[in-house]
């Protein structure tokens, strides 16, 4: 999924078929970083986008887009957006349903380790200099646990493999019907308090900031967002109707 600003800038995340005409992504993908609100930018869904070549390409209308108004507020478990696009593209490429999982169960938590599979557009594969345009795959990677309160309440934190271009990705299993399900929304990465994690511990990354620019992170971990916090308006944008958005 790309956006063009008209004046040379744009950006790209990634997108996922989860409907006939409907994609799932991220809502900081959709939103202006100042205005909080639907970027005005020509943006396009490129299905099966291989060595920056796609089959077909669709207008997103982001008129009739709608994502989490909780977001606007500096709330990063509304970090999801929902978007229609101008042609069903869904029933030539098929798509992706979801499955709810309660992800403070231990045991339910449990049985996603080595599960996890993350694919998506990153900025750096299959290289720095060519990124973006070919979908990579992390497939055997892991959930590790869920806030229960405060404002991350509806994020999930995980260690699949993500970069810049990235964000919007589809965290998938498979299940004992045959049939792989989305389970999680990447949405980018968490700082954590370095205070409290031993120095053998922690987990250095390199990250986009706020300018998006390429930083040094000391400790951070990716961080997602739950099915549980976009699956009620997905369904009700399937059947042709959509709820009021998360706030």
């Known amino acids: 999924m790309e956006w063009n600003n008209g004046d040379g800038t ?3 995340c990634t997108g996922t078929l989860i409907g006939r005409d409907s994609v799932l992504t991220n809502a900081h993908c959709l939103l202006d970083r100042k205005t909080k609100q639907p970027r005005k930018a020509t943006m396009r869904f490129r299905p099966n986008l291989r060595d920056g070549r796609s089959p077909d390409t669709a207008t997103v209308n982001v008129a009739v887009s709608i994502y989490g108004q909780g977001y606007t507020k500096g709330n990063p478990a ?9 042609r069903p593209l869904g029933d030539n490429y098929g798509y992706l349903g979801w499955r709810r999982l309660n992800l403070t169960d231990d ?10 599979r993350l694919a998506g557009y990153s900025g750096d594969f299959p290289d720095p200099n060519n990124g973006g345009q070919t979908a990579g795959v992390h497939a055997g990677c892991n959930i590790l646990g869920t806030p229960t309160q405060g404002r991350l309440k509806g994020l999930l934190f995980h260690q699949c493999d993500s970069m810049g271009g990235a964000s919007g990705s589809p965290m998938f299993a498979l299940f004992n019907d045959g049939i792989y399900y989305i389970v ?11 205070r409290s994690i031993p120095p053998a511990q922690r987990q250095a990354c390199k990250v986009f900031d706020d300018q998006e620019k390429l930083v040094d992170v000391e400790a951070c971990v990716n961080r997602g967002v739950q099915v549980s916090r976009w699956s009620a308006q997905a369904e009700a944008l399937r059947k042709g109707g959509a709820t009021k958005a998360g706030n």
């Open 10 to 12: 744009g950006g790209i």
């Open 78 to 86: 509304d970090d999801w957006a929902i978007l229609k696009i101008d």
């Open 107 to 116: 045991k339910v938590l449990g049985k996603t380790i080595n599960q996890v």
């Open 184 to 194: 999680g929304l990447h949405s980018g990465w968490y700082e954590l308090d370095t």
